[in-house]
């Protein structure tokens, strides 16, 4: 199972960015995916869920209504797109899967949100 991030970078307070997580070694569409993030010092948090026929989604309170977790199945990815970005939203972001009771983690994508 490999799980691949991009799409992080600076972007000032208020903007965008969307984030994408290609997945690999396993059958993607069977499974729920999630976003976390994760700031210095602090315990990974949880970000937002989708369901495997992304007809359930789910998302942390602090991000509600900016946030939205989308899947490709056809192309094996999933995405974070991020609208109006506050400076707490600046972790890094990694995508997880459980698969077969295993959880895998990609290598993460740094988010800076400043001006």
């Known amino acids: 199972v490999q799980l691949v991030e991009s799409g992080g970078g600076l972007v000032q307070p208020g903007g965008s960015l969307r984030l994408s997580c290609a997945a690999s070694?396993?059958?993607?569409?069977?499974?729920?995916m999630k976003w976390y993030r994760q700031a210095p010092g602090k315990e990974r948090e949880l970000v937002a869920t989708?369901?495997?026929?992304?007809?359930?989604?789910n998302y942390a309170d602090s991000v509600k209504g900016r946030f939205t977790i989308s899947r490709d199945n056809a192309k094996n990815t999933v995405y974070l797109q991020m609208n109006s970005l506050k400076p707490e939203d600046t972790p890094v972001y990694y995508c997880?899967?459980?698969?077969?009771?295993?959880?895998?983690w990609g290598r993460g994508t740094q988010v800076t949100v400043s001006s």
């Open positions: 997880n899967a459980q698969v077969l009771f295993v959880s895998y």
């Open positions: 989708i369901s495997s026929a992304a007809g359930s989604t």
């Open positions: 070694g396993f059958t993607f569409s069977r499974y729920t």
